[in-house]
């Protein structure tokens, strides 16, 4: 299975911070990867695809880059509302598998 | 709006067969494909398996043994059971859907079941 490692594992940020995340995959994946957006007692909600195309009403803040096996998660200006864990999720080689998530806290 | 609601045992005992079913509410049923997700407590998720347009099924090999996933497409429903449960399926399960243009990223979530196995 492809492997995903995240990285941070844990941030913390101020509002109106920038804040990047980093998914980096055990093989290539050209740009078939998602991130997704959990808050606590929630189910994950679909920000990016493709690696770079912003889900339907998702807020532009929220952006995404990459290809091959490394990628970023970009908040530019972070909200209170951000505060969440971020997955990311490869669909280049079955089976499809996720990373294992990164928390963003707000100070 | 689309809206997957799910059901199903919540405390199982080891050896005994999980049956969670999603209904799906607006939108298309038949056009579109259907997975189940799961997310061991404090850890992070894992695909299970999905049902396509055509209703045929694929599974994660680490399960595939185990698991069957089918539908209904009168009642706009779909079933996941997995059978020889352990304390290692204890999980949040969630359904979700395919995006209609590329199946593989999920876009509408269902509310999440929690099964916990347990003697």
């Known amino acids: 299975d492809v492997q995903m490692t995240q990285s941070p594992s844990s941030v913390s940020a101020s509002v109106g911070d920038r804040v990047t995340i980093t998914c980096r995959a055990s093989h290539y994946l050209d740009t078939w990867l998602a991130w997704y957006q959990q808050k606590p007692g929630k189910a994950p909600k679909l920000l990016i695809y493709a690696a770079s195309s912003l889900q339907s009403g998702v807020p532009s803040r929220f952006s995404g880059s990459g290809s091959g096996t490394d990628f970023t998660l970009t908040i530019t200006s972070l909200q209170p509302e951000d505060s969440a864990t971020y997955h990311c999720?490869?669909?280049?080689?079955?089976?499809?598998?996720f990373g294992q998530g990164t928390k963003v806290e707000i100070k | 709006q689309v809206q997957l609601q799910q059901w199903g045992a919540g405390l199982l005992k080891p050896s005994e067969t999980l049956s969670l079913t999603c209904a799906v509410y607006?939108?298309?049923?038949?056009?579109?494909?259907w997975n189940w997700i799961r997310q061991p407590p404090g850890k992070g998720l894992e695909w299970i398996g999905e049902i396509n347009r055509d209703g045929s099924s694929s599974y994660n090999p680490s399960l595939r043994s185990r698991v069957a996933i089918s539908r209904d497409t009168s009642k706009n429903q779909f079933t996941l059971k997995l059978n020889s449960v352990t304390a290692a399926d204890t999980a949040i399960y969630y359904c979700a859907r395919g995006l209609r243009t590329v199946p593989y990223y999920f876009d509408f979530w269902g509310q999440g079941t929690l099964v916990t196995v347990s003697s």
């Open positions: 999720q490869q669909a280049n080689i079955f089976p499809w598998t």
């Open positions: 607006g939108g298309s049923f038949s056009g579109y494909y």
